[in-house]
C-alpha cells in the first residue's frame, strides 16, 4: 500500500477503513467493489487505488486493522486471579462498545470474513483467523469463579449462550445512534441479571444485589 494513506489526517483514514468494513460486510468479497467503496467514503476511485494498489491489499489492510483494534480493546486476564463471570462479560461488551462507537461495521466484516468463501482471499486469511476473538473462550474458562455457580458444569455452556445473546442483542444497530445502541446494552443488562438469578448460588447473589 501507499504510505502516503498514513499521512492523511486521523479522520480520513477513519472514513477509508470505516467504507470499507461497511461494504464488506454487507458483501461477499466477490461482489463488494472498490467503486462503492470509493462512494461510501467519498472519494474518487482513483484516489482510492492510490493509496491502495488492489482490492486484495485494502481488504487484508483491512482485516488486520480490524484485529489491532480488538487487541487494543481486549482485556487482560491475569491467570492467577479468579474473576465473577458476569464482570468478565461486562469487560467484554464494554470493550466491543468502544470499538462500535467508533467503527460500527467492524465486526460484521469480521464475521463475514471468517466464512469468506473466495479461496484466494481466504488462504491469506486463514493463518490470522485464531486471533480474532477479544476474550478467548478457552482463556475466559481457565479464570471464571466456578463457586458462585449452583452447577459448574453448566458453565461453559451458559458462556456460549450469553455469547450468542450478546451478539443477537447487537445485530442490525451498526447505522444507530449511540442512545440506541446504549439501549440494547441495557437491555442486554437486563437479561445477564435474569442469567444470574438462574445460575447463581443465593448466597453470592445477596453479595451482588448489596454492592
Do not use: C, W
Not at 76 to 82: F, P, S
Not at 165 to 185: C, F, H, P, S, Y
Not at 193 to 205: A, C, Q, V
Request: overall charge positive; hydrophobic content about 40%.
Amino acid at each position: 500500500m501507499n504510505q502516503s494513506y498514513f499521512q492523511l489526517p486521523l479522520d480520513k483514514q477513519k472514513n477509508l477503513i470505516n467504507a470499507g468494513y461497511k461494504v464488506f460486510a454487507v458483501s461477499p468479497y466477490n461482489k463488494a467493489s472498490m467503486l462503492s467503496i470509493s462512494m461510501e467514503a467519498g472519494i474518487s476511485k482513483s484516489l482510492l487505488f492510490y493509496y491502495f494498489r488492489n482490492k486484495e491489499e485494502y481488504y487484508l489492510f483491512l482485516f488486520h486493522t480490524a484485529i489491532e483494534f480488538i487487541n487494543e480493546h481486549k482485556v487482560q486476564l491475569k491467570g492467577e486471579k479468579v474473576y465473577d463471570f458476569f464482570d468478565l462479560i461486562n469487560m467484554k461488551i464494554q470493550g466491543r462498545m468502544k470499538i462500535i462507537a467508533e467503527y460500527p461495521y467492524l465486526y460484521k466484516f469480521i464475521t463475514r470474513a471468517y466464512y469468506e468463501t473466495n479461496e484466494g482471499i481466504k488462504s491469506k486469511l486463514d493463518e490470522k483467523k485464531r486471533i480474532i476473538m477479544s476474550i478467548e473462550e478457552e482463556e475466559f474458562l481457565k479464570v471464571v469463579d466456578y463457586n458462585k455457580f449452583k452447577n459448574p458444569s453448566h458453565v461453559a455452556i451458559l458462556l456460549k449462550l450469553v455469547l450468542s445473546v450478546a451478539e443477537g442483542v447487537m445485530r442490525g444497530r451498526e447505522d444507530l445512534n449511540t442512545e440506541k445502541i446504549l439501549q440494547g446494552v441495557r437491555e442486554f443488562e437486563v437479561m445477564m441479571e435474569s442469567l444470574k438469578k438462574h445460575y447463581y448460588k443465593e448466597g453470592y447473589l445477596s453479595l451482588v444485589e448489596g454492592r
